[in-house]
């Protein structure tokens, strides 16, 4: 874990309201898939965390979505050869066991970012099979990226780009014949509860979750998640990937 | 290199900077990014008797140069944090216990536990987050002198700070109430309650509904209070409330504090506490300030 000064190499827009942002940090990092960063952006007291697409040495890629100021700013304001902190890598991201040889990615929205990582990471050793839904056409983005996959299906809310409906859906007419070993996820709640309820304890299944934070680091205790005992864990530091069955997703 | 040692109820510390209360754990997280030595001292979370689980999320939410937070004080416990983090952070540096109880006589119980093991407890009588405690002390001078008291008599020999919240009508009536009731030396400010709404969901950000408002733009009305805090009472005044860097470090001691403690700053940078440590050193040797206790209340009022 670094606190660097990275360097803003590209900042562009690849969706309907989506940008990436590649920058080189001072030094190598080391990261893990599904791990993320907080990025620093002028003027803001919070840091703005968001998952790691691609990393190769000190060159970096996040991708995201222009939501409020904060990442209005990030897409306006940082062009390159702009400096931007960036506190990296944080978080404990998600592992494949070596005997799970066939990964299912469910992806939603922003939820895919992280799972590139994923695909980027395993695509050699396993044979994975990914479920991404867009709410529509214009928000459909990382194709290139997501068709290392063995098998990749997209699917869009209205139908305007592959097949109409929703990622879980799409895992679920193909689940019986594809038979993953683990299933790795991250999209919004409501998606995160259709996969719970479709395979919840049936198939070990990981999901990655967004929840506000201060430090990143595990120390302030405000990015909290509660567990299915009742008791509660740290986002940032003890997740933001969780096995499905020990994270309650009613909060 | 001037000196940057300053002197806390006859504890030297190596600096003035203390990261502050609930944005720094118990040092572990940080300790993975730089040497925590260096720090003059460590506010620890708010330690209550039994472990507590804290408030539903969102606890933390944005405004324009500030945020807001309602944690409700989760935390593992005192007896948690004495078998399995105090040793541990006491090697580091000096270390603050920021205690919090759900009535007087926790406050009490929690002191003696810790009492002769840590090198100051600092009492939050004003934490804004928790429905039953914190607040309650907090504003009125009568059980800001009686939770003092009961604090300090629960105390053979660590001594007693006592932590100020802003949330008040008089800040020096309540600071000569903490000095009276046994107070070694005061703290300020905690944050301010506030509210940010999702217009959009027409709904309060925060779980909790309210919050505590911290971070750089409470910064002008904690250096006024710290100051008339200093200038109501005999005993040291630690200041804090929005400091970003050294410069407003200065500002701080200028209007009387000793040392000042750095919250919301660790989360806009991890490396807050460190820069602000090295550049108390620039600043005072391009200012020729020699020893940098000279500062301690140095502003000089107008008129
Ligand atoms: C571990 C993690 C990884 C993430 N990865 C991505 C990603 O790869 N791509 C992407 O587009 N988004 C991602 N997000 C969500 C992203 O962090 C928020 O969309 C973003 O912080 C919103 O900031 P803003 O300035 O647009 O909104 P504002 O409303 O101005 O934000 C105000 C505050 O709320 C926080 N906040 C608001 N929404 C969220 C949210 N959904 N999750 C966490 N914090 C929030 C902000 O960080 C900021 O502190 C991730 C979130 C987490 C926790
Ligand atoms: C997330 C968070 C948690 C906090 N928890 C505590 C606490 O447990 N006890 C306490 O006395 N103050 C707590 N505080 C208040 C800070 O210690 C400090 O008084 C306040 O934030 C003002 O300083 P700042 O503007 O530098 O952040 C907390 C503040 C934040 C932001
Ligand atoms: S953001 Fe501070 S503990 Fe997770």
Redo the contacts with the bound molecule.
């Keep these: 874990m670094i606190e660097t000064r990275a360097t803003v190499l590209e900042n562009v827009r690849i969706a309907e309201n ?1 940008y990436s942002l590649t920058f080189a940090t001072e030094q190598p990092v080391p990261v893990r898939p599904g791990q ?1 960063c907080m990025l620093g ?1 002028t003027g ?1 007291p ?6 790691i ?1 691609m990393a190769e040495g000190e060159r970096i890629t ?13 897409a306006r304001g940082y062009q390159r050869g702009h400096t931007i902190p960036v506190l990296l890598p944080l ?1 404990n991201g998600f592992f494949v066991r070596q005997e799970e040889k066939k990964v299912a990615v469910v992806g939603g929205g ?1 939820g895919v ?2 799972l590139v990582s994923v695909i980027r990471a395993y695509a050699q050793e396993k044979e994975i099979f990914s479920y991404v839904g867009f709410r529509t056409r214009a928000a459909v983005c990382m194709q290139y990226e997501l068709q290392r996959s063995k098998e990749l299906t997209v699917t869009t809310d209205d139908g305007s780009f592959g097949k109409r409906g929703t990622a879980v859906q799409a895992l679920m007419e193909n689940i019986g014949r594809v038979k993953p070993d683990v299933i790795l996820s991250c999209g919004p709640l409501p998606m995160l509860r259709a996969l719970k309820n479709a395979v919840g304890g049936k198939i070990p299944a990981f999901v ?6 201060g430090c990143g680091v595990g120390a302030c205790l405000v ?1 909290v998640c509660s567990l299915s005992g009742g008791a509660h864990a740290r ?2 530091k003890d997740g ?1 990937v969780f096995d499905l069955t020990e994270v309650d997703l009613n909060g | 290199m001037a000196d940057l040692r300053v002197t806390l109820l006859g504890t030297e510390l190596k600096n003035p900077v203390i990261p502050a209360s609930g944005t720094f754990g118990f040092g572990r997280e940080f300790a993975e990014l730089y040497d925590i030595s260096m720090l003059g001292a460590v506010a620890t979370k708010g330690l209550t008797l039994e472990p507590r689980a804290g408030n539903p999320t969102p606890r ?3 405004s324009r140069g500030v945020i807001l937070n309602a944690v409700g004080l989760q935390n593992p416990g005192v007896r948690h944090f004495i078998e399995e983090d105090l040793a541990w952070l006491r090697e580091k540096t000096k270390v603050i216990a920021n205690v919090a109880g759900k009535d007087v006589e926790e406050y009490g119980k929690i002191c003696a536990l810790l009492d002769g093991k840590v090198d100051f407890i600092e009492l939050n009588i004003s934490c804004p987050n928790v429905k039953c405690g914190g607040m309650a002390f907090g504003i009125r001078p009568e059980s800001i002198e009686n939770v003092t008291w009961v604090a300090k008599n629960a105390l053979k020999t660590t001594p007693l700070i006592v932590k100020l919240s802003p949330n008040v009508e008089s800040i020096a009536e309540n600071a000569r109430a903490a000095e009276r009731g046994g107070a070694d030396a005061l703290s300020l400010v905690n944050t301010f309650t506030g509210m940010a709404i999702d217009i959009e969901r027409r709904r309060p950000i925060l779980a909790n509904n309210t919050g505590g408002v911290s971070g750089a733009g409470i910064k002008p009305i904690a250096v006024r209070m710290v100051l008339e805090a200093a200038h109501a009472v005999k005993i040291p005044v630690i200041g804090m409330g929005g400091i970003t860097c050294a410069e407003d470090a200065i500002e701080f001691m200028m209007a009387g504090a000793c040392a000042v403690e750095v919250g919301t700053q660790n989360f806009t940078d991890a490396l807050a506490c460190p820069k602000i440590i090295a550049d108390l050193g620039a600043w005072c040797d391009a200012h020729g300030v020699e020893r940098i206790r000279d500062l301690i209340g140095a502003a000089r009022m107008n008129g």
Excluded at chain 1, 46 to 51: I, K, Q, Y
């Design positions: 989506i993320f952006v803001f919070l840091r703005r965390p968001l998952a697409c996040v991708c995201y979505q222009v939501k409020g100021r904060g990442t209005e700013m990030l978080g922003v970012f992280p990655s979750l967004e929840e506000r934070m990015c986002v940032c933001p | 933390i939410a944005e």
